[in-house]
């Protein structure tokens, strides 16, 4: 058995010698390297050739020049917005380091305690609010205007509105000096002045006159609790005809203000009276230089009056409504019957755009769309004699010892007032502003009065406007031609006095700065009866 097992191994050993198997051991490594070394080769050339093939691709898809230069303005358009953006930043945190803009003390609580009233009070004739605040919101502690502007609460979001938020904000801020003392309180300080001159046919009113001088202060003493006094000097003719045009300094306004929402407002001391919007405008917010020759109301001292009013407003519909009433005591004398109190109230919508607040002004220059109408009335008990007129000429009535034997009775007077104010901007006029304003007014005594007492008449009377703003700045205004027609139709003398005016107003900063030149022709100017042809440049300014 072993020796068989010997012989297998060598027969073994001899069909497999051990050189045969290391060559094939070497063989098969070799080849097993080559077709590795073949399948790497063909890997990097498919890698290769789809490289080659992407970037075919890639070239294929690359954006045309057209495509390139579309995107290049898309991106300089970005940029000009945000560069529009960033100046509007800018103008907003320098009118609150100035003082300009001061954030509502109760709109800050009430944002905390997830209101929506989240406003801001902005100082000026129009406070810029959140669009979704409506007149009707929470009270807001007011931001009161020195002067006749407007003063106090939001206007609805309008399309007016957003353009105005856009505007730049010098362009619709007086720039004065507002000191905030606490949150709570703050007041400011203004000046306005207004001078003329006129050449007349009446030789002592011709000449250079410093029509007002006017001192403005304004203030907040605690939330929804305001002062206002102003004081006016003047010295010049007036067509309001009472014995105050001297150059002494008088108390124009003293008011104190408890404004609490749109329905409780109640303003006490001497201020003007509700009894049309001339009025309620003052000098300085005018579309003319003067009042019309036609205003004849008896007051303290211009259109002022001792005692209180109560006004309110509310959004109805698109516009506002807005009501004013109040009772007043001529402390004056300009009636027989001083201790007699003069009732004065009035009631505005406006369609379009509102205008908010108990002031009034005459025009937006385009800022605003308005078509406005208001009626308003005033009565005073007493507040004329009904005697024979010899007795106002200085003769002595018959009687016995100086003691008169006529009981010269009394006649109450007053006043029925409607008025219309239109303000548009025309695409087709190339965004020029159209200005059309309207009155008409009866003055009625209770008895047939025969002489004209304490400068008042009875009689109706009637007062057309119409301006033009041209949209293009020439220098640094613009200027608004204009034509006025007025006509006072004297019951007691049975004498029309009428006059027709046409003039230009050089706008250069609003109601803030402007230059007036007009030429007038009628027998009303110095409510005379021989016609009159008068040239007059007038000049008005503030600052506050």
């Given at each position: 058995m072993d020796r068989r097992l010997a012989r297998m191994r060598r027969d073994s050993a001899e069909l497999f010698p051990r050189w045969a198997v290391r060559l094939t051991l070497l063989f098969v490594l070799f080849r097993f390297g080559t077709v590795q070394d073949a399948y790497s080769q063909e890997a990097l050339e498919s890698a290769a050739s789809a490289q080659r093939a992407t970037g075919a691709d890639s070239r294929d898809s690359a954006p045309s020049l057209d495509e390139l230069e579309k995107r290049l303005q898309q991106l300089e358009e970005h940029n000009r917005n945000l560069e529009k953006t960033n100046s509007q930043l800018q103008r907003r945190i320098q009118a609150l380091e100035d003082g300009e803009i001061v954030p509502s003390a109760s709109?800050?609580?009430?944002?905390?305690?997830?209101s929506a009233s989240n406003s801001t009070h902005?100082?000026?004739?129009?406070?810029?609010?959140?669009?979704?605040?409506?007149?009707?919101?929470?009270?807001?502690?007011?931001?009161?205007v020195r002067g006749n502007a407007p003063s106090v609460y939001a206007s609805p979001s309008t399309s007016w509105q957003r353009e105005y938020e856009q505007a730049p904000l010098e362009s619709k801020i007086p720039q004065g000096h507002k000191i905030q003392v606490s949150d709570n309180t703050w007041f400011d300080v203004g000046i306005g002045v207004?001078?003329?001159?006129?050449?007349?046919?009446?030789?002592?009113?011709?000449?250079?006159?410093?029509?007002?001088?006017?001192?403005?202060?304004?203030?907040?003493?605690?939330?929804?609790?305001?002062?206002?006094?102003?004081?006016?000097?003047?010295?010049?003719?007036?067509?309001?005809?009472?014995?105050?045009?001297?150059?002494?300094?008088?108390?124009?306004?003293?008011i104190v203000k408890l404004e609490i929402n749109d329905y409780v407002n109640v303003w006490a001391g001497q201020?003007?009276?509700p009894i049309d919007?001339?009025?309620?405008a003052g000098f300085f917010y005018l579309n003319t230089f003067e009042f019309p020759f036609i205003w004849d109301y008896p007051s303290v001292y211009q259109g002022r009056d001792y005692g209180a009013a109560y006004w309110g407003q509310q959004k109805i519909g698109s516009g506002l409504l807005k009501w004013q009433a109040g009772i007043f005591f001529d402390r004056y004398l300009g009636t027989a019957a001083p201790n007699e109190p003069v009732f004065a109230g009035r009631v505005m919508y406006d369609f379009w755009d509102p205008e908010p607040g108990y002031y009034l002004v005459n025009s937006y220059f385009g800022e605003k769309n308005i078509l406005a109408i208001g009626v308003s009335g005033m009565f005073q008990q007493d507040a004329v004699l009904n005697a024979p007129s010899s007795a106002y000429y200085g003769m002595p009535l018959p009687g016995f010892m100086g003691v008169s034997l006529l009981t010269p009775e009394t006649a109450s007077f007053g006043n029925v007032e409607a008025d219309l104010l239109f303000e548009r901007k025309f695409k087709e006029l190339r965004d020029?502003?159209?200005?059309?304003?309207?009155?008409?007014?009866?003055?009625?005594?209770?008895?047939?009065?025969?002489?004209?007492?304490?400068?008042?008449?009875?009689?109706?009377?009637?007062?057309?406007?119409?301006?033009?703003?041209f949209p293009d700045r020439i220098g640094i205004g613009q200027f608004q031609p204009y034509v006025q027609w007025q006509e006072f139709e004297q019951q007691y003398t049975h004498i029309s006095l009428d006059e027709i005016q046409a003039g230009v107003n050089y706008v250069i900063a609003k109601f803030n700065g402007r230059v007036s030149a007009w030429y007038s022709h009628g027998n009303g100017v110095s409510m005379g009866v021989a016609y009159t042809d008068s040239v007059f440049v007038g000049l008005q300014g503030q600052w506050w």
């Open positions: 709109s800050t609580k009430s944002s905390t305690k997830g902005l100082k000026g004739n129009s406070p810029l609010y959140s669009s979704g605040l409506s007149l009707a919101s929470e009270p807001l502690p007011p931001m009161h207004r001078a003329s001159y006129r050449h007349e046919d009446f030789d002592n009113m011709n000449g250079a006159y410093l029509d007002n001088t006017r001192f403005y202060f304004n203030g907040q003493i605690a939330p929804h609790l305001l002062i206002e006094g102003n004081l006016d000097a003047r010295q010049g003719p007036s067509r309001v005809l009472t014995p105050n045009n001297i150059s002494d300094i008088h108390l124009l306004d003293g201020l003007l009276l919007r001339d009025n309620l020029g502003t159209v200005t059309f304003q309207a009155e008409f007014m009866d003055y009625m005594f209770s008895k047939d009065i025969t002489v004209n007492q304490f400068g008042l008449n009875a009689g109706l009377a009637y007062v057309l406007t119409l301006l033009y703003l």
